[in-house]
């Protein structure tokens, strides 16, 4: 059972638009994590937000929580080449990463 | 600090074969864990484990078996290997002393199995 659905699954944009990229559930989650990863590496963290409503900004990529605790989206703004990847949400439960579930990532190209 | 390391990189079996996907870390962290991740499908949970001598079954076990001797290894047994085994492997590992919250699951690099 997939609990978080991310969209879109593939984005192709050119290099300085702007994105948005949504991760849905009807589930609630003590905490959501975003990852990137790139090709031949394993994900690495870009944020975790805990707070409904939380939003955190890291340089170009700006990271909001749904109040509540059940959707979260990542903006990017003026896309750059280096952006390209794989973007994973993944969710916790109990406050713990014992069994993060992630979502099945969206696939971003920015062209130059 | 190597981090995670994973190997081998690369891997072709053949129906019904066995094989060890090794996995071992540095940091001293207590939780390891095994995900697989194919096309469409995103990261799915295999095993996991909370410490040495301890594991538990992710979302989908069958087919694999895990051991956890020490706070450094976590291998992964592919028994008798299928076609439907055919996936990217990845190991992670979680320190469960800092604050639950904020701290990263850290991947290793993965391993490329195909199974003919």
């Known amino acids: 059972t997939q609990l978080l659905e991310q969209s879109p699954q593939f984005l192709s944009i050119q290099e300085g638009e702007n994105l948005t990229v949504y991760c849905n559930s009807s589930s609630v989650f003590s905490s959501l994590q975003w990852y990137r990863q790139e090709p031949g590496e394993g994900p690495v963290l870009l944020v975790t937000v805990v707070t409904g409503g939380e939003v955190k900004k890291l340089k170009r990529l700006t990271f909001q929580f749904g109040d509540a605790r059940k959707d979260s989206s990542l903006h990017i703004t003026a896309a750059q080449p280096g952006d390209t990847g794989l973007y994973l949400c993944?969710?916790?439960?109990?406050?713990?990463?014992?069994?993060?579930?992630f979502g099945k990532g969206t696939l971003l190209t920015v062209n130059p | 600090n190597a981090g995670v390391t994973q190997t081998p990189k690369f891997q072709v079996l053949k129906t019904g074969q066995s094989m060890t996907l090794q996995c071992a870390q540095d940091m001293n962290h207590e939780y390891m864990s095994w995900y697989r991740q194919d096309p469409g499908m995103g990261l799915r949970l295999i095993h996991y484990s909370v410490g040495a001598g301890i594991t538990d079954q992710g979302e989908v076990p069958n087919g694999y078996n895990v051991s956890r001797s020490t706070t450094e290894d976590f291998p992964l047994r592919l028994l008798s290997a299928a076609p439907s085994q055919t996936s990217v492997y990845f190991c992670a590992s979680w320190d469960t002393g800092a604050s639950s919250y904020n701290s990263p699951l850290h991947f290793g690099n993965g391993t490329r199995l195909t199974v003919t």
């Open positions: 993944a969710g916790a439960r109990g406050g713990s990463n014992y069994k993060l579930t």
